[in-house]
């Protein structure tokens, strides 16, 4: 299947590379080893439109193809899967845009332009202690008393909320448990009974934040309800998908980050009086990475043109996280071989992105878990679990 990409797509990727090489590169190990976030490469990345391009223009957004962030996302991940996460999350605030009503847009605006320029970020507080890829299963609950929410329950492995930076989380809630009901909520960092919990030390994606927050009899305004009571499942599950395959690109830039630091690095060492790329078996494991760095970005390309042509992608996702994953995976096993002893020294790129490759491909769902997903589309199970 052949795939050219528009100037304007050129273009965008050629910016973002540049300004990747140039600024996100330099302190990209840094970050990792201190486990740091830097507040002035998100700025950086809202004066140069990344962070909205898939934001409405009334918001100061570029209202841009899938697509587009996508491309940003692969060339800031080539260099550091951390950022590349961050950037993973500029579809919140045109989730977030979709699904306010009137009163809300005035009510929300300042936080959803704070996130176009980079100033400001927002989280996802879904996962639990108890309920990673099985949604369904979270037990955060919001009671309505008078004209607001109570919320009790604990959010595991979440993303930035523990930045300074970070102003509030969307919180998905159970709100009534027969028939099962989940609502989306906005919940602004500093609310009574809204605390930060223990920050994760993860092997990978090390320059962001990720860990616990807990909610305890923490009252939240109903108007803070996003689209409506009973929406928060469906809301969730698409944003879940537009942000799944950011993801997916972030892995097919590591995949490349990988590739081209093992290619360079063979090219120059040599060893038993020739250069360790005239070894078969390094041919074999760079050409490998090659094919599947091939294959990742045709597969990625086709399922974002059917999601930017309004289609859905339940199956088609799964797949794309299962392989460009599993291929980010051998990509930074066949590195660190080609590297040897050095490879797994940590001042060396392809050790941290090894780390960040194991990561990749467990959060936003496993390889069993996208397997199963795949199966269920494709008939494989009961009618009762297909969902």
């Known amino acids: 299947m052949a795939f050219e990409y528009s100037d304007r797509h050129e273009a965008i990727r050629k910016m973002v590379r540049d300004f990747a090489e140039k600024e996100v590169r330099p302190g990209a190990g840094e970050r990792d080893r201190a486990s740091t976030f830097d507040n002035h490469l998100l700025k ?11 934001v409405p223009e009334e918001y100061g957004g570029a209202n841009a193809d899938c697509l587009s962030l996508n491309l940003a996302c692969e060339e800031i991940g080539r260099i550091d899967s951390a950022l590349a996460w961050t950037v993973a999350g500029a579809e919140l605030p045109g989730t977030l845009a979709r699904h306010i009503n009137n009163e809300q847009k005035e009510r929300w605006r300042g936080y959803i332009e704070g996130m176009v320029k980079g100033e400001i970020l927002g989280s996802l507080g879904i996962t639990e202690p108890g309920a990673g890829s099985h949604v369904p299963g979270i037990q955060t609950t919001a009671v309505l008393e008078g004209d607001h929410w109570v919320i009790n329950g604990t959010k595991q492995f979440i993303t930035a909320v523990g930045l300074d930076v970070c102003k509030f989380t969307l919180c998905l809630c159970l709100t009534n ?106 041919q ?104």
């Open 177 to 282: 448990r027969r028939p099962k009901e989940f609502t989306l909520i906005l919940v602004p960092k500093g609310t009574p009974g809204f605390t930060i919990g223990t920050k994760n030390d993860l092997i990978g994606f090390r320059g962001t934040w990720n860990g616990e927050i807990h909610f305890d009899d923490c009252r939240v305004p109903v108007v803070n309800t996003i689209s409506e009571r009973g929406r928060g499942f469906q809301i969730t599950q698409d944003l879940f998908h537009t942000v799944g395959l950011t993801m997916c690109s972030q892995a097919i830039g590591l995949q490349q980050g990988c590739y081209e630091e093992a290619a360079k690095y063979a090219k120059e060492r040599k060893a038993f009086g020739q250069r360790i790329c005239e070894f078969q078996y390094v």
């Open 284 to 387: 074999g494991m760079l050409v490998e990475m090659d094919l599947n760095l091939t294959l990742s970005r045709l597969l990625r390309n086709h399922v974002v043109g059917l999601v930017d042509q309004g289609k859905t992608v339940r199956k088609e996702r799964a797949m794309l996280k299962w392989f460009t994953t599993e291929s980010a995976l051998l990509a930074s096993r066949y590195a660190v071989s080609v590297f040897g002893g050095i490879g797994v020294c940590a001042e060396y790129p392809v050790s941290r992105l090894y780390r960040d490759a194991r990561v990749a491909n467990i959060a936003g769902g496993t390889t069993e878990l996208e397997k199963t997903i795949v199966a269920r589309w494709s008939g494989f199970l009961k009618e009762e679990e297909r969902g």
């Open 44 to 54: 950086r990345m809202g004066d140069l439109g990344i962070m909205g391009m898939r």
